[in-house]
């Protein structure tokens, strides 16, 4: 009961500090007037006797503290004085507290803003159950060797290892599928996933509505029963929760399923290797829908399955991946087809963020540095403001008040500064995230995800307290060396700085200067990259090309003929100058990776051994609208079709790669075996970098496409004038051979290839905008570190004036001293700019990360502007009055 009592008393009389504090100040003034009284009767005068009065009655705060201690909650009412004290301190300066305020706003608003990112793309756990348990299982040579083309494992490899695996607690089967929703008013793409029997359950996944797969629902014959996703069920049918047990149309589906249930949302799709060349695949995308697939007793052996398995509580990788490469070399022995092959593990959070941690992480150091060089500054203008008040803290030593009481009202002086910036970052990274969203759609995966919500709010106050202890920590702790007695006898406030002090100010400069031009090294890479790009010789034409992905979507009786007359009316239209189709359109990522046997080359001895290419399908005048210069042979023509012999065209890499010194035309290919029919090569074409502008170009082989019966391809069309001019002309056409035909994706080749790049034009802007910010926050602070000096250092100048210098001398002097900054900025950062631009070795070409054009072009730019900024100060300088300067001093 007293700790009780004591602790309401102690409350209450926080409550009513004001009042309790101000009986303690009355009581203290009226037995300072008594004493006073009583010395001036003793024969003192005023002055000595008020005097006399303080010194015999002690330090006044030292009483106060002891006096809250023990009558009230002395560490709340603390910090409360600390943050009314430091709230005047910044209204009295609005000028210095705009400036350090708006500084940290822009460090924290750009970490606060990738961090939203890192957030919503990386930190956030797919919606499956432990997904640290779920591992991915793909297919690696055992020699190591790098295979031309992703590969499956047969469903009889992934079935044994659920039966004798005791590492895994499951394991299942998924590929994926794409197809179209028909409908009478036109039809809508959708991709899905087809899973196997124990997907679900492995995965964790629950229906948002209807039922789930049953174990009925996975046999033999037509799929009768999907589950569509929820993200899909909402752009297709509004929500409708009456669409469950309806049956919907598929195209290429000659039984309408009926659909029994709505997958929870979010759901993503695992990746597909073998299906990453599918010109509509997107792996960071909502799965549209869920197929139950049964393995094809007939074709249990060929390898066609993606794996994905749960392992064991408290089974590491490592051991998990022994054990299935045990398994799959045992099955090895007696199956000649699984030779040559073993599995490798990898988590599914660490599959899935592979591509964003590349992106961002990056990105976030380079915010980081950002943040680092603005409380730089700040704390150079808290150490200036520190020199200005060191009076005012001699003062309160001198009356009592302890130094770590002094060092925590610095403290709470910079935490409120940087929660003012904290505040203003915060409302420039929602800014900052919206504008990510829509200059980052095509370099982000996943970045739907990211909302500036929470993370935004959390990290912002997080990086206002790192702030507010960067910058404040220094400053503060100047004060517990400070020399009360010799700060009060110099008079008057003192705004200059010893030799101790611009000392420490030059080191935060030249540390500033290091991480700027870190960061202009690393901006400087990638501008060099993109310049680089920019030259390279695609092998192909871009301009004026217009693309749009189409399908017929009725049976394949209609194939054939929908493809040709929709060639000629679009062909017919006025502007238009080619127009072909074409499966394998560059940068889509989009062929056919195929196993094939080539004349010549001596047959593989294992599965491993055997040759996979990317194969292409195209209609004649493709290489012609493309610009693809015919090297050898013939072009397609249009009675290539599938009562015609087989025939294909090659590019020069193919012709190099297996015939370098014979010509490739009249050679056969095979895709089953050299038992059957080959195919003809009838013709070679120049290469094409037609995967990625920053690859060689690879062997490819072209098929005509009557003969390749594509399901999904583009529609490529060249025009006289811009090709975004004819879009309605061309869907109006289209639609007036099928009505039901799908167009979407129409874009430009022009924009396919921009997106191709869409990771290192992000990567590379943000970069440039913070290298930016940060040469803007550093080339202050060097003036502000120069302006100080040149102040400090007055007296110093006048007699230099006074023993015969010239002005052009002192401007050589305090030049010379920002040039010793700046210099030494650029060389420490020289070195870390080489340290911290191999994380950006993925996103370079043709530059090494440390490249010594960049860093020399860099490092001589910012020390030629950083002069610059030493000009005004070393002006000043000139400008100084021997007679006043001596006469003030």
């Known amino acids: 009961m007293r700790a009780l009592r004591r602790a309401w008393l102690r409350g209450w009389t926080f409550i009513t500090r004001r009042s309790g504090d101000q009986r303690l100040r009355e009581e203290v003034e009226q037995h300072l007037a008594l004493e006073t009284e009583a010395n001036i009767r003793a024969g003192m005068t005023p002055a000595q006797a008020l005097r006399t009065a303080r010194m015999k009655f002690g330090p006044v705060e030292a009483i106060r503290e002891s006096y809250h201690s023990e009558e009230g909650l002395p560490a709340m009412e603390t910090i409360l004085q600390n943050c009314i004290f430091a709230m005047r301190m910044m209204r009295k300066s609005p000028a210095f507290t705009a400036v350090a305020a708006l500084t940290l706003a822009l460090g924290i608003g750009a970490t606060s803003a990738v961090f939203s990112l890192i957030q919503g793309v990386l930190l956030t756990p797919p919606p499956y159950d432990k997904p640290d348990q779920l591992v991915l299982v793909s297919a690696v040579r055992t020699d190591k060797q790098k295979m031309d083309s992703a590969r499956g494992w047969a469903a009889q490899q992934w079935m044994d290892w659920g039966k004798d695996a005791t590492s895994l607690q499951g394991v299942a089967g998924y590929g994926w599928t794409f ?18 029997k124990d997907y679900s359950r492995l995965m964790g996944l629950k229906t948002a509505a209807g039922r789930g797969f049953e174990d009925s629902d996975f046999a033999p014959g037509p799929v009768k029963a999907i589950v569509l996703g929820y993200e899909f069920w909402q752009r297709a049918f509004a929500g409708d929760p009456q669409i469950i047990g309806k049956t919907i149309r598929i195209s290429r589906w000659d039984t309408p399923p009926t659909v029994i249930g709505i997958m929870e949302p979010g759901v993503r799709f695992l990746p597909s290797p073998g299906a ?41 990788l490592q051991k998990g991946q022994q054990e299935l490469a ?32 590349r992106i961002l992480l990056p990105l976030l150091g380079a915010a980081a540095l950002v943040l680092l060089i603005a409380c ?33 009202l610095i403290l709470t002086e910079s935490l409120l500064l940087a929660i003012l910036g904290g505040a203003l970052g915060i409302g420039l990274a929602f800014g900052a995230v919206t504008l990510f969203k829509m200059i980052a759609i095509h370099a982000v995966p996943r970045l739907d995800s990211v909302h500036a919500g929470s993370a935004v709010l959390v990290w912002g106050l997080v990086a206002a307290v790192l702030a507010a202890f960067f910058a404040g920590i220094f400053p503060a702790l100047r004060v517990l060396r400070l020399d009360p007695m010799e700060v009060l006898k110099s008079a008057g406030p003192k705004g200059t700085a010893g030799v101790g002090e611009r000392r420490l100010l030059r080191a935060v400069a030249m540390l500033q200067t290091s991480l700027t ?30 693309t749009m992905s189409v399908t017929d979507v009725q049976n394949g009786s209609t194939w054939s003929s929908f493809h040709h007359h929709a060639l000629e009316r679009v062909a017919a239209i006025p502007g238009v100058q080619y127009a072909a189709f074409a499966w394998g359109v560059p940068l889509t990522g989009n062929n056919w990776p195929a196993t094939i046997e080539i004349e010549g080359q001596p047959p593989a001895v294992k599965e491993s051994d055997k040759t996979a290419l990317p194969m292409r399908a195209v209609t004649p005048d493709y290489f012609k609208l493309m610009g693809m210069a015919q090297m050898n042979g013939r072009e397609f023509r249009s009675t290539d079709d599938d009562k015609a012999p087989k025939v294909a065209i090659v590019n020069h890499a193919f012709a190099d790669r297996f015939f370098p010194h014979d010509s490739a035309i009249g050679r056969k290919l095979w895709f089953d075996g050299r038992d059957k029919l080959g195919i003809t090569i009838v013709g070679e074409i120049s290469d094409g970098r037609t995967d990625d502008l920053t690859q060689k170009a690879s062997s490819e082989v ?134 911290l631009s191999q994380v950006l070795k993925s996103f370079l070409y043709e530059v090494q990360p440390s490249d010594p054009a960049t860093l020399i072009a860099v490092g001589l730019l910012f020390l030629a502007v950083g002069l610059l900024a030493c000009w005004v100060p070393a002006w000043r300088a000139e400008k100084v009055d021997p007679l006043e300067a001596l006469r003030c001093d």
């Open 179 to 196: 197809n179209f929703l028909v409908r009478n008013d036109g039809s809508q793409s959708m991709q899905g996933m087809e899973v196997s």
């Open 276 to 316: 990453a060349k599918e010109p509509n695949y997107d792996v960071n995308a909502p799965v549209d829908l869920w197929v139950p697939i049964y393995p094809d007793p007939k074709n249990l052996k060929d390898p066609g399955w993606n794996v994905v398995a749960r392992l064991r509580d408290g089974v590491s």
């Open 326 to 357: 045990v398994l799959t070399a045992r099955g090895a022995l007696s199956e000649k087809t699984f030779e040559g092959f073993q599995p490798q593990l990898q988590t599914v959070k660490d599959e899935m963020n592979q591509d964003g941690q």
């Open 376 to 408: 730089g500054n700040v704390a150079a203008l808290l150490l200036v403001r520190g020199l200005q008040r060191q009076q005012e803290y001699a003062i309160r030593i001198a009356m009592g008040m302890g130094r770590l009481a002094l060092v925590r």
């Open 517 to 546: 031009l870190a960061l202009l090294v690393g901006a400087g890479l990638l501008i060099r990259t993109m310049a680089k790009i920019a030259v390279v010789p695609s092998g192909y034409s871009t301009g004026q090309i217009l």
């Open 702 to 835: 072209y098929l005509p496409l009557w003969q390749a019966n594509a399901f999904s391809k583009h529609l490529v069309i060249r025009t006289t004038a811009d090709p975004r001019a004819i879009v309605v002309a061309v869907e109006r056409e289209l639609r007036a051979v099928d009505p039901t035909a799908a167009i979407e994706n129409v874009r430009t080749l022009e924009q396919i290839r921009d997106d191709s790049l869409a990771s290192r034009t992000f990567a590379m802007r943000l970069l440039v905008g913070f290298a930016a910010v940060g040469s803007l926050l550093t080339l202050v602070g060097i003036y502000g570190v120069l302006s100080l000096s040149v102040v400090s250092r007055r007296k110093e100048l006048a007699i230099r004036c006074a023993v015969g210098a010239q002005h052009s001398d002192l401007r050589k002097l305090i030049l010379g001293e920002g040039f010793r900054v700046i210099a030494g900025g650029v060389l420490l950062g020289a070195a870390l700019a080489v340290a």
